[in-house]
């Protein structure tokens, strides 16, 4: 794994560990509900048999078995060793492999991937990070799917939708949902394609395309 950095945000890499070693025994009861779209995810990136996938912020693994199943030769990576500890225990396909690695300095050579994924992680890390890991997506993957919580526009549902998932998600997500995340993909030159919600609007998929 290469070196980490974050562009100032020095308390994100153990805050991250730290959460995550103690969310780790519990969260694939509590992301239970996501199950419907893992599968929606992957025939949203409409890839075939043999796809090299990336599963970024894989956590315990359930987006990248969701490709594994489909038959593509996928590795997720993760900050959080206890996280990959468990999606090492429940793994059953030979076409899917972990290793720890950091999202915002991906030890992989350029477009080295069919597609890269980022599933429910990008609210979990400050801006210079997101911006840095959809940066490096772009640059390992020719195309990139980001999955993450819809911020509804209406001023009132807003404010209840962040106020709400703020109780039990981590201290980046109200910055997270403050920001417009079409104009960061903007930024990283990553051009949406494909959208979808699931989990009644409160998730959203984009497919994207390398500009």
Known sequence: MRGEGTGGNEDYYPYIRRSFSRLAPFYNVIAMPL????????????????STVLDVCTGTGSQAFAFGKRHCEVIGIDLSEEMLKIARYRNRCGNVTFEIADGTRM???DCCFD??????GLHDMPQDARRQTLGEMRRVSKRAVIVDYNIPK??????????AIALYESKYFKDFASRDLSELLQQCDLKVVKEAHGLVDVARILVCEVS
């Open 115 to 120: 597609i890269s994924c980022v599933s429910f």
């Open 35 to 50: 199950f419907a779209v893992r599968n929606g995810v992957v025939s949203m990136a409409d890839i075939g048999r043999g």
């Open 154 to 163: 209406n001023r009132l549902h807003r404010w209840f939708h962040i106020n």
């Open 107 to 109: 030890p992989f050579r």
